[in-house]
């Protein structure tokens, strides 16, 4: 396995390797749904074909510089998974090699942006298509393997790749929890051990949601109400940032909920923000 940190250095290095390419985008801290995600890459890429691993924990879509600051570094335990988990290449730059310092081109993306993360995080989606694109850019990958954990991200990197007509097939990836159900989240190490005792209820809210759903409510409030009240039935401060119901494609609100649809929520314990997601059928 190849560590390269320099830009520069990335295009010759690829050469060695036959198709396909297949690009793993993470922040690093990596945990068993990054691994998930190095499988499913490796699996595409077979023996021949090169899995590349980015580790960079991207300044511009951050918009709490806490969160920023805060954001688990693990380096050198990150690398020793990627050796054992077949990555051909990491790629981990430092913020300097990356964005030049009068930079001032980005990608906008205007409208699946706007609700949940979006909502409360401006700037934050630019800031995830403009790495993503330099990403694609500079490894030239023919297929990027993203989480559903991060729905609305997934959603929007496709409609960057239609709408910039960028040639990278995109894949997503099932949400991987622990075994309580939890979503596995680089930010789970941050919170309190009650706090992660806790944190289940996120899933068994949107559980609720779905179980209701499935026996045939299709109302939104009724179904966002289910969701709230399991959340809000928590002891350790958990705080609803967002709690939406969405239609799955153009992530606009939809009520009743008879089409394909997905509840998605994010919460804070303390600065902790975890989010996760549902999808429900029509
Ligand atoms: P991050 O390092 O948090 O930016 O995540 C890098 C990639 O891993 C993104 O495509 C995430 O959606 C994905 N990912 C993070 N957590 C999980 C998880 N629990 N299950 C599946 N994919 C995940």
Same mark, same amino acid.
């Not at 396995?1 to 985008?25: C, E, H, W, Y």
């Not at 490894?139 to 007509?165: C, E, H, S, W």
């Not at 040639?167 to 929890?177: F, S």
């Given at each position: 396995?190849?560590i390269?940190?320099?830009p520069?250095?990335l295009?010759?290095f690829?050469?060695n390797f036959?198709a396909?390419r297949?690009? *793993?985008?993470?922040m690093?801290?990596l945990?068993?749904?990054?691994?998930?995600l190095?499988?499913? +890459?490796?699996? &595409?890429?077979g023996?021949s074909?090169?899995?590349i691993l980015?580790?960079?924990?991207?300044?511009?879509?951050? $918009?709490?510089p806490e969160?920023?600051k805060r954001y688990?570094r693990?380096?050198?335990n990150?690398i020793?998974?990627?050796?054992?988990?077949?990555?051909?290449? *990491?790629f981990?730059?430092?913020p300097?090699?990356?964005?030049?310092?009068?930079?001032s081109?980005?990608?906008?993306e205007? @409208?699946?942006?706007h609700?949940l993360c979006? @909502?409360?995080r401006?700037?934050?989606?630019d800031g995830?298509?403009?790495?993503v694109l330099?990403?694609?850019?500079l490894?030239?990958? $023919?297929?990027a *393997?993203?989480?559903?954990?991060?729905?609305q991200?997934l +959603?929007v990197?496709?409609?960057?790749t239609?709408d910039l #007509?960028v040639?990278?097939?995109?894949e997503g990836v099932?949400t991987?929890?622990e075994? #309580?159900g939890?979503a596995?989240?680089?930010?789970?190490?941050?919170?309190?051990p009650?706090?992660? /005792?806790? /944190?289940?209820?996120?899933?068994?809210a949107?559980l609720a @949601?779905?179980? +209701?759903?499935?026996n045939?409510e299709?109302s939104?409030?009724t179904?966002?109400e289910?969701?709230?009240?399991?959340i809000?039935?928590t002891?350790?401060?958990?705080?609803?940032d967002? &709690?939406?119901?969405l239609d799955? $494609?153009?992530?606009q609100a939809i009520?009743?909920?008879?089409a394909?649809?997905?509840i998605a929520? +994010?919460v804070?314990?303390?600065?902790?923000?975890l989010?996760?997601n549902?999808?429900?059928t029509g």
């Amino acid at each position: 396995m190849k560590i390269i940190t320099q830009p520069a250095d990335l295009p010759g290095f690829l050469k060695n390797f036959s198709a396909p390419r297949i690009l *793993v985008p993470t922040m690093g801290a990596l945990h068993e749904g990054h691994l998930t995600l190095v499988r499913h +890459a490796r699996q &595409l890429a077979g023996d021949s074909g090169c899995v590349i691993l980015t580790l960079f924990v991207n300044p511009t879509q951050f $918009d709490r510089p806490e969160d920023l600051k805060r954001y688990p570094r693990t380096l050198e335990n990150d690398i020793h998974l990627c050796e054992s988990h077949g990555v051909d290449v *990491v790629f981990a730059p430092e913020p300097g090699s990356m964005y030049q310092p009068d930079h001032s081109v980005s990608v906008v993306e205007s @409208a699946l942006s706007h609700p949940l993360c979006g @909502a409360t995080r401006p700037g934050h989606f630019d800031g995830v298509c403009t790495i993503v694109l330099k990403l694609f850019n500079l490894t030239q990958p $023919d297929t990027a *393997v993203f989480g559903k954990k991060d729905y609305q991200q997934l +959603a929007v990197i496709r409609r960057m790749t239609r709408d910039l #007509n960028v040639p990278v097939h995109i894949e997503g990836v099932e949400t991987i929890r622990e075994p #309580n159900g939890l979503a596995m989240s680089s930010r789970n190490t941050r919170l309190t051990p009650k706090q992660h /005792a806790d /944190a289940p209820r996120i899933r068994r809210a949107l559980l609720a @949601a779905h179980s +209701a759903h499935e026996n045939g409510e299709t109302s939104a409030q009724t179904l966002l109400e289910i969701a709230r009240q399991e959340i809000m039935a928590t002891r350790e401060g958990a705080e609803i940032d967002y &709690l939406e119901l969405l239609d799955a $494609d153009s992530l606009q609100a939809i009520d009743p909920v008879t089409a394909p649809a997905i509840i998605a929520t +994010a919460v804070f314990y303390d600065t902790v923000r975890l989010i996760d997601n549902m999808e429900l059928t029509g």
